[in-house]
């Protein structure tokens, strides 16, 4: 039995290529000196907290070289190994060798994981090396206890925060750390192959590469769209949306889909987010999808490049079924950003939408059948444009009919008062672990009767929002995204999500609510809660945003209570005053969204029992009652 | 040793090969011949296993040849359209073929080297079409190949070389029973060298036979026959090609020499000649007259 390796191949490739490999451990080295010597940014940080700053993004995964090492790397090394697919007499001489279509395809990948993750693994191990030589314990060795200046990043490797002096390149991290962006360039490289294995044109591997990441992100927004415009409340796709989504959706990782299908623990981190409400994400998870596509995709193109067939080298999309799937999903994709980006210059009208579609599904029909025939002349392609247009529009008309007769019921149900436990108008419950929801409903009767009541002002007056929004001045669309979360009787939840203007939210009457003290002190329960907490930190900014030498750092006691009376008070008193700016109808809303400067964050740390281990908020407000309190007990001068 | 059974094969709606048939004897050399896009190179790079039929049978010493690494080994190839690694030059290419190929000869190697004369260090991507050519050469023929491939292995190459080349692989199949096909266009050397020819046309193989048998059993004649005595029924042999030079014929016939003559002398001719015929012409005129092949 042959060997699934031919090394003689597998040698020369490497003997080919090394300087792609060695141009990467470059690129790394750079990186790595630039990203802990870098400390002229900014002066007014000490050199070692920037050094542990620099060191942080690093293996934390935000650097933004990292990141694009992960897309080039397998391009480069995909693109170099794989041009003969692209040459038929460079193909012939491949096929010609005495090696199998296997071995070649077995060569070729492990060639490439060499290339790419050899610079990868070296720079990981000189990243170990600062265990050796940690540097100082703390920046200021005159006080008493470790002086906490924290590095925040909301990734799995670290715990919360690092203090400055820790050392951070552990192997536990630094192995996270490659192990990461192992994954994300395995990935990636898996994606272009597979783009290779139906390509024999190099320009359009690389296209198909480029796209193929966001097919899954277009199915969801499509879902999305389908959802917003016909099941919950009419919502437009915005142009906002659209940007959010895909700038979020990195190509390399799908972060932002998967926070959309999974539980939060199972979150992608970036930002900061996960980090405020105190969640520890669980890599794995994300590590396991990833290898699990990552797999698929390798046998895919491993399967691609077996039935392939020499003779159609040159050729944009080799195997016509997926020449065909390709063009239909290009048309199909550009059908609908078409007609989002058409209904949102026909300021939502759905009228809008349907041009668009129309519109978009022709223009990007030709200009996809352009690509896969490499020629402007495909006037001939005018019959199967009939029929995928036939197709589509089916599609269409029996979406619409399942819509029109099955969803109606759907789309206007409201629940009965006395089916409904809790409510909840948070944005942040998507974020909140499905177990530790509970604590952000709303239960009392007179809120759950206005939120209702509004809910069904919202469902009457449909046709008025659709009037509000194309009739706003100046054609841009100030609104808020309601959300409705029912906690049912029954142990369900019901969720709807409305786009509405400023003005409707006043008219509906939820923005009363939204000023009213139930309703804000949901969104940070823990306040409700004194008895729970296990510490709270205070950290204190002045007005130029400059970070207070010491965090105020209370553990529990007795005087704890009147801590969180004072707490409550500032935190509703911050709530309200930003309601009132945000819906005051003389407002600029352009300016009032501009962040005042924080006068103080504060975390609570709480037992178990509640929502959240840690709980992170930034007051917009002077904070003045639990200033007195900080003064009253010491902890101000 | 080298079979190919209803070999067709289609790129696009436009079949190239229909249900071709091929036979090679070992150790002997078989010259392909046919108009440009007959289906030669189509034919050869089946039998190179680098293209998949989509149906009938290509097989070398009864094993089928596609993604067979084993008998690729055995198999020399060199095409039309030479493609060597960028940058590289002979010396690292030899290392290369040398790994791969288990047979490698570095003697041979060596001796064709020195007698093509070729810069060892010299980046291929910089030679000539005919240096190509020959360094191509270098290397199949020191992978000591049993089956030898060559699509138009002389173009670019000039005489004294084309002599090299055929000396080295006369010698390889009297030696060791190496079994070659070669398609070229150049009719006259193949005449020289080739122990049986095919020839291919619209992707079917019209004649595949001895090239002395071939050569015996077609004939190029003028004759002239006294008025009124002309064969009103024809002559009763095929006749490939007729035309008329003033009260002269010249044909040229199928049959075995003595029954062609003594047919047309029964007709008591004024005028009867055997001009000699080239394998070019026999091509000319085999192909002219399998026009209305259809498939």
């Known amino acids: 039995m042959k060997s699934l390796i031919n090394i003689p191949l597998l040698k020369e490739q490497l003997k080919r290529f090394w300087a792609i490999s060695a141009a990467f451990m470059l690129i790394y080295l750079l990186l790595g000196v630039l990203t802990v010597y870098n400390t002229s940014a900014h002066h007014w940080l000490s050199i070692d907290f920037q050094q542990a700053n620099n060191i942080t993004i690093l293996l934390s995964m935000q650097h933004q070289v990292t990141m694009w090492m992960m897309i080039i790397s397998p391009l480069c090394v995909g693109l170099a190994l794989f041009t003969y697919h692209f040459n038929r007499s460079a193909s012939a001489a491949y096929y010609s060798f005495p090696i199998t279509k296997s071995q070649l395809f077995w060569a070729e990948i492990v060639v490439a994981l060499i290339l790419m993750l050899l610079p990868l693994l070296i720079f990981c191990l000189i990243l170990l090396a600062p265990i050796y030589y940690p540097g100082p314990e703390t920046w200021d060795a005159t006080v008493e206890r470790p002086n906490w200046r924290f590095i925040m990043f909301s990734t799995a490797i670290f715990?919360?925060?690092?203090?400055?002096?820790?050392?951070?390149?552990?192997?536990?991290?630094?192995?996270?750390?490659?192990?990461?962006?192992?994954?994300?360039?395995?990935?990636?490289?898996?994606?272009?192959?597979?783009?290779?294995?139906?390509?024999?044109?190099?320009?359009?591997?690389?296209?198909?590469?480029?796209?193929?990441?966001?097919?899954?992100?277009?199915?969801?927004?499509?879902i999305d769209m389908i959802g917003n415009v016909y099941v919950l409340g009419h919502v437009g796709l915005s142009s906002t949306q659209i940007y959010t989504t895909f700038a979020f959706t990195n190509p390399a990782f799908w972060g932002e889909l998967i926070n959309t299908y999974v539980p939060i623990e199972f979150h992608t981190?970036?930002?900061?987010?996960?980090?405020?409400?105190?969640?520890?994400?669980?890599?794995?998870?994300?590590?396991?999808?990833?290898?699990?596509?990552?797999?698929?995709?390798?046998?895919?193109?491993?399967?691609?490049?077996?039935?392939?067939?020499?003779?159609?080298?040159?050729?944009?999309?080799?195997?016509?079924?997926?020449n065909n799937i390709c063009v239909f999903l290009v048309s199909a994709t550009g059908m609908i950003f078409t007609g989002a980006f058409i209904m949102n210059m026909f300021r939502g009208r759905i009228v809008g939408m349907y041009i668009g579609l129309v519109l978009g599904f022709?223009?990007?029909?030709?200009?996809?059948?352009?690509?896969?025939?490499?020629?402007?002349?495909?006037?001939?392609?005018?019959?199967?444009?009939?029929?995928?247009?036939?197709?589509?529009a089916g599609m269409y008309v029996i979406m619409l009919l399942i819509i029109n007769f099955g969803m109606s019921a759907?789309?206007?149900?409201?629940?009965?008062?006395?089916?409904?436990?809790?409510?909840?108008?948070?944005?942040?419950?998507?974020?909140?672990?499905?177990?530790?929801?509970?604590?952000?409903?709303?239960?009392?009767?007179?809120?759950?009767?206005?939120?209702?009541?509004?809910?069904?002002?919202?469902l009457a007056n449909q046709q008025q929002l659709q009037r509000m929004r194309r009739q706003a001045m100046d054609g841009r669309w100030f609104g808020l995204t309601i959300p409705f979360t029912y906690l049912l009787n029954d142990g369900t939840?019901?969720?709807?999500?409305?786009?509405?203007?400023?003005?409707?939210?006043?008219?509906?009457?939820?923005?009363?609510?939204?000023?009213?003290?139930?309703?804000?002190?949901?969104?940070?329960?823990?306040?409700?809660?004194?008895?729970?907490?296990?510490?709270?930190?205070?950290?204190?900014?002045?007005?130029?945003?400059?970070?207070?030498?010491?965090?105020?750092?209370?553990?529990?006691?007795?005087?704890?209570?009147?801590?969180?009376?004072?707490?409550?008070?500032?935190?509703?008193?911050?709530?309200?005053?930003?309601?009132?700016?945000?819906?005051?109808?003389?407002?600029?809303?352009?300016?009032q969204t501009v962040m005042r400067p924080r006068i103080m964050d504060i975390d609570i740390r709480v037992f178990e029992q509640y929502w959240t281990r840690y709980g992170w908020r930034n007051f917009g407000t002077t904070g003045e009652h639990t200033l007195e309190w900080l003064e009253a007990n010491g902890y101000l001068e | 040793m080298v079979q190919i059974e209803n070999l067709t094969k289609a790129f696009d709606g436009y079949t190239a090969l229909h249900r071709l048939n091929l036979n090679i004897k070992k150790g002997s050399i078989y010259g392909l011949v046919g108009v440009n896009g007959s289906g030669k190179t189509t034919a050869i790079k089946h039998l190179a296993g680098i293209y998949r039929q989509d149906s009938g049978n290509v097989c070398i010493g009864g094993m089928p040849v596609y993604d067979n690494a084993n008998l690729k080994a055995l198999v020399g190839y060199i095409p039309d359209d030479l493609y060597f690694f960028p940058q590289y030059n002979m010396k690292s290419l030899r290392k290369f073929y040398a790994g791969m190929y288990k047979n490698w000869n570095e003697k041979r190697y060596r001796h064709l080297l020195e007698i093509f004369k070729l810069d060892e260090k010299k980046n291929v991507g910089r030679?000539?079409?005919?240096?190509?050519?020959?360094?191509?050469?270098?290397?199949?023929?020191?992978?000591?190949?049993?089956?030898?491939?060559?699509?138009?292995?002389?173009?670019?190459?000039?005489?004294?070389?084309?002599?090299?080349?055929?000396?080295?692989?006369?010698?390889?199949?009297?030696?060791?029973?190496?079994?070659?096909?070669?398609?070229?266009?150049?009719?006259?050397?193949?005449?020289?060298?080739?122990?049986?020819?095919?020839?291919?046309?619209?992707?079917?193989?019209?004649?595949?036979?001895?090239?002395?048998?071939?050569?015996?059993?077609?004939?190029?004649?003028?004759?002239?026959?006294?008025?009124?005595?002309?064969?009103?029924?024809?002559?009763?042999?095929?006749?490939?090609?007729?035309?008329?030079?003033?009260?002269?014929?010249?044909?040229?016939?199928?049959?075995?020499?003595?029954?062609?003559?003594?047919?047309?002398?029964?007709?008591?001719?004024?005028?009867?000649?055997?001009?000699?015929?080239?394998?070019?012409?026999?091509?000319?005129?085999?192909?002219?007259?399998?026009?209305?092949?259809?498939?």
């Open chain 1, 159 to 222: 715990p919360q925060e690092i203090a400055v002096g820790s050392v951070i390149n552990t192997p536990a991290v630094v192995a996270g750390f490659f192990a990461r962006v192992a994954i994300g360039i395995i990935f990636y490289f898996s994606v272009l192959k597979l783009a290779v294995s139906v390509s024999g044109n190099r320009v359009v591997a690389v296209l198909l590469a480029v796209v193929i990441p966001f097919i899954p992100v277009g199915i969801h927004m499509l």
């Open chain 1, 269 to 322: 981190p970036y930002g900061n987010r996960l980090l405020h409400l105190g969640v520890e994400p669980r890599l794995w998870v994300n590590y396991l999808i990833y290898t699990v596509i990552t797999v698929a995709l390798i046998t895919l193109s491993y399967f691609c490049t077996h039935k392939r067939k020499l003779e159609r080298t040159g050729d944009s999309v080799v195997f016509t079924v997926i």
């Open chain 1, 362 to 392: 022709i223009i990007f029909y030709f200009v996809a059948q352009m690509i896969a025939e490499k020629s402007f002349n495909v006037i001939h392609k005018l019959k199967d444009f009939l029929r995928y247009g036939g197709i589509m």
């Open chain 1, 410 to 458: 759907y789309i206007n149900r409201v629940p009965e008062a006395p089916d409904v436990a809790g409510v909840s108008l948070s944005s942040n419950m998507r974020w909140i672990p499905v177990n530790e929801r509970h604590n952000m409903y709303v239960s009392d009767s007179d809120s759950i009767a206005r939120i209702l009541e509004a809910h069904q002002y919202i």
């Open chain 1, 493 to 591: 939840t019901m969720y709807r999500r409305y786009d509405l203007s400023t003005d409707f939210v006043i008219s509906s009457g939820l923005g009363d609510l939204m000023k009213s003290t139930p309703i804000i002190l949901a969104e940070f329960p823990v306040l409700l809660h004194p008895e729970a907490v296990e510490n709270v930190h205070i950290r204190i900014w002045n007005e130029d945003m400059v970070i207070s030498t010491n965090i105020i750092d209370i553990t529990y006691n007795s005087n704890i209570t009147s801590l969180f009376e004072a707490l409550r008070e500032d935190y509703v008193a911050s709530v309200m005053e930003f309601w009132e700016n945000r819906l005051s109808p003389e407002l600029d809303h352009h300016v």
């Open chain 2, 127 to 295: 030679f000539s079409k005919g240096m190509q050519k020959q360094a191509a050469f270098i290397f199949v023929m020191s992978a000591m190949p049993n089956v030898l491939l060559l699509d138009e292995p002389i173009d670019g190459l000039d005489p004294i070389v084309r002599k090299l080349v055929f000396q080295e692989i006369i010698e390889d199949v009297a030696e060791k029973q190496m079994t070659v096909l070669v398609s070229s266009h150049n009719l006259k050397e193949m005449d020289g060298i080739c122990d049986s020819i095919g020839i291919i046309k619209n992707g079917q193989m019209i004649i595949e036979r001895d090239l002395d048998e071939l050569k015996s059993d077609v004939h190029k004649i003028q004759v002239a026959f006294r008025p009124g005595l002309e064969p009103k029924d024809g002559l009763g042999f095929e006749v490939l090609h007729e035309e008329d030079r003033g009260s002269i014929k010249l044909m040229v016939v199928y049959g075995k020499e003595d029954e062609v003559s003594q047919r047309i002398k029964s007709f008591n001719p004024l005028i009867f000649d055997r001009l000699p015929l080239t394998l070019e012409e026999i091509f000319i005129y085999e192909t002219e007259g399998a026009n209305e092949i259809p498939y």
